[in-house]
């Protein structure tokens, strides 16, 4: 059964701190894995990584894919309370549409 | 339109209840899915749409369910003789053609049963 895990469930740090959300998964047919940003509504998209290795980046959040290890981790750096949210990450089949989600960490930046 | 839109926003209603919830997907996106988020849980595959054929239905949790788009745009989730485990926030999501494209959700709609 495809397997898609979060740690940790959930976080809080303070303003400033960095912070690092792990994803392991484990599926067939891997295509993609992505990572997307919930607060109060609709998730927002962050990165998807297909490729090993390749740092993604967008200001302080950064992410990076281990196909061999089969994990995938995001970075925030100098954690702003703007930053605080659920983060998902989902994982899409090269067999199929759906995307197929961890449960998410819950992160709360404190002042 | 600027991003995927779904309404109602809240729907309570009483069990048994059939209830049907919209989506309109970013403009151009011909690919339209359909999850469920209940509560304390990560999001569940329903549907895929593409274009206005489904060719992955394998989320759909019973016959209740049942999800139609037309002209490849707007998409209707009906829900038939609602009960009280389908009270979940449903979510759409919209990519434009082509596998590699990330997909973009709306805001999505609160169903509680009472």
């Known amino acids: 059964e495809d397997k898609v895990v979060q740690s940790p469930l959930s976080l809080v740090v303070h303003e400033g701190d960095t912070v690092t959300l792990n994803c392991s998964y484990e599926?067939?047919?891997?295509?993609?894995l992505l990572w997307y940003k919930q607060e109060k509504k609709a998730p927002t998209f962050l990165f998807m990584l297909?490729?090993?290795?390749i740092e993604k980046k967008s200001g302080r959040l950064s992410s990076i894919l281990d196909k061999k290890e089969l994990f995938s981790i995001l970075n925030i750096t100098a954690t702003q309370t703007g930053d605080s949210a659920v983060y998902l990450c989902?994982?899409?089949?090269?067999?199929?549409?759906?995307?197929?989600f961890g449960k998410g960490t819950s992160l709360l930046v404190t002042p | 339109g600027a991003g995927v839109s779904q309404s109602p926003s809240n729907k309570v209603t009483e069990k048994g209840k059939d209830v049907e919830l919209r989506c309109d997907p970013i403009?151009?996106?011909?690919?339209l899915y359909w999850y469920r988020q209940r509560l304390g849980q990560g999001l569940e595959f329903l549907i895929y749409?593409?274009?206005?054929?489904?060719?992955?239905k394998s989320g759909l949790p019973s016959d209740r369910f049942s999800a139609e788009r037309t002209g490849e745009s707007v998409s209707t989730l009906t829900i038939q003789r609602t009960q009280q485990e389908d009270s979940a926030v449903y979510l759409c999501?919209?990519?434009?053609?082509?596998?590699?494209?990330?997909?973009?959700f709306g805001d999505g709609t609160r169903l509680s049963i009472l």
């Open positions: 297909t490729s090993s290795g």
């Open positions: 599926v067939t047919n891997f295509r993609s």
């Open positions: 403009s151009g996106h011909t690919a």
């Open positions: 999501a919209s990519s434009s053609q082509g596998r590699r494209q990330p997909q973009h």
């Open positions: 749409f593409q274009g206005n054929s489904a060719p992955d």
């Open positions: 989902a994982v899409e089949k090269d067999s199929g549409y759906a995307l197929n």
